[in-house]
Nanobody
Framework: QAQLQESGGGLVQAGGSLRLSCAAP?????????MGWYRQAPGKQRELVAL??????????TNYADSVQGRFTISRDHAKKVSLYMNSLKPEDTAVYYC??????????WGQGTQVTVSS
């Protein structure tokens, strides 16, 4: 069983919406510091999309790439699951999206990746 379980990729028209989810059922919740998403388009380097970090609050602290600010929302559904709500999608959002998890000690885990394709 994969340590990070991704779902929600697919094909959507420009201007549409899509939800990605990532769960870490095999990870002890107390050691998870950060969860979120990166993406990688063909011929480009992997880049940050959105992260949520524990800060003692209900929702956590969020961080977004400038390119998705105001369009995407990351939400921590519970201690071991996050969802990325992507709205007003653009063709340039097309990429493989990878779930990311960082433990409090600093070690990282990556999901297998899920394809998001936005048609114009």
């Amino acid at each position: 069983q994969a340590q990070l379980q991704e779902s929600g990729g697919g094909l959507v028209q420009a201007g549409g919406s899509l939800r990605l989810s990532c769960a870490a059922p095999g990870i002890i919740s107390g050691v998870i510091k950060t969860m979120g998403w990166y993406r990688q388009a063909p011929g480009k380097q992997r880049e940050l999309v959105a992260l949520v970090t524990k800060d003692g609050t209900r929702s956590g602290s969020t961080n977004y790439a400038d390119s998705v600010q105001g369009r995407f929302t990351i939400s921590r559904d519970h201690a071991k699951k996050v969802s990325l709500y992507m709205n007003s999608l653009k063709p340039e959002d097309t990429a493989v999206y990878y779930c990311y998890l960082q433990r409090t000690v600093g070690s990282e885990l990556w999901g297998q990746g899920t394809q998001v394709t936005v048609s114009s």
